[in-house]
């Protein structure tokens, strides 16, 4: 079996990416959504991909490779509207309160607590190792969020 490089296979991932979105968005919009689950981290990733558009309008082009870059991409600037557009509708899935009391925390691997909410909805949410303190202060006591990321999609 061949080995691969952890740096190929991004860069054929993001190949693979840019090129569907420039011949069918949609289906870019489905790959995205599939590939990248949460919609906070797509934003962040469209947000990214943005970034190397032209700014002017000129004919921009991409490629990545770990010696010499080869097939490049036509970076086609009616793509950066549509993006943005996705970023926006990704941000709006992403943006949601949450207002509750944390009821348990799990510390192992997979760190979460969860709250139940004033409409009795039980909501799990992951935080970072550095956050324990944090949350262990908050167990057992009304909890609100402004900005919570919402699983999927």
């Known amino acids: 079996m061949e080995k691969v490089a952890p740096l190929n296979i991004v ?9 569907t979105l420039i011949r069918d968005p949609e ?5 995205i959504e599939e590939k990248i689950p ?14 190397i558009w032209s700014k002017e309008k000129y004919h921009v082009y991409t490629a990545a490779d770990t010696k010499e870059p080869k097939n490049f991409i ?10 943005e557009s996705l970023i926006k509708e990704y ?6 309160s949450l207002r509750g009391v944390i009821i348990r925390i799990k510390g192992d691997d997979s760190r979460h ?11 799990k949410c992951y935080y ?12 057992k006591t009304p909890v609100y969020s402004r900005r919570v990321s919402k699983e999927g999609s």
């Open 11 to 19: 860069i054929d991932e993001f190949s693979e990416l840019v090129t």
């Open 27 to 31: 289906e870019f919009k489905r790959s």
């Open 38 to 51: 949460l919609p906070n981290r797509r934003v962040q990733f469209l947000q990214n991909l943005k970034n």
């Open 74 to 83: 036509y970076l086609d600037p009616s793509r950066e509207e549509y993006i």
């Open 91 to 96: 941000k709006g899935e992403d943006q949601v």
């Open 113 to 123: 607590f969860v709250v139940e909410t004033t409409t009795g909805e039980k909501v």
């Open 128 to 139: 970072h190792p550095d956050l324990e303190s944090r949350v262990k202060k908050f167990y």
